[in-house]
């Protein structure tokens, strides 16, 4: 059983910066994809990045790239997301997830972590 939690979601003024962290218990995280995914009211779940688990490969979403950034401390089973240039559309609950065969779709993700919420005033 993995179990993800995440933390550093809040308020911040566009262009600010927020770094979201979600620690790991169990021992597939080392092994495992780790994601971020985020969803606005309304709209449906959305990837945002994932990093393979020797961090060898690396995705983001169009919409981040240049602005976000994934990493993960496999000895502190934590995965983080710093996140920078913060505009308002990127206000929405951020979800971590885990998984041995992870992708960009929300459905190949069997551990998900409560989620954060970040909200980026204009």
């Known amino acids: 059983q993995v179990q993800l939690v995440e933390s550093g979601g809040g308020l911040v003024q566009a262009g600010g910066s927020l770094r979201l962290s979600c620690a790991a218990s169990?021992?597939?995280?080392?092994?495992?994809?780790m994601a971020w995914f985020r969803q606005a009211p309304g709209k449906e779940r959305e990837f945002v990045a994932a990093m393979s688990w020797n961090g060898g490969r690396i995705s983001y979403v169009d919409s981040v790239k240049g602005r976000f950034s994934i990493s993960r401390n496999n000895p502190k089973n934590t995965v983080y997301l710093q996140m920078n240039s913060l505009r308002p559309e990127d206000t929405a609950v951020y979800y971590c997830?885990?998984?041995?065969?992870?992708?960009?779709?929300?459905?190949?993700?069997?551990?998900w972590g409560q989620g954060t919420q970040v909200t980026v005033s204009s």
């Open positions: 169990g021992r597939t995280f080392s092994t495992s994809t």
């Open positions: 997830a885990g998984d041995p065969r992870g992708t960009t779709k929300t459905n190949t993700y069997n551990y």
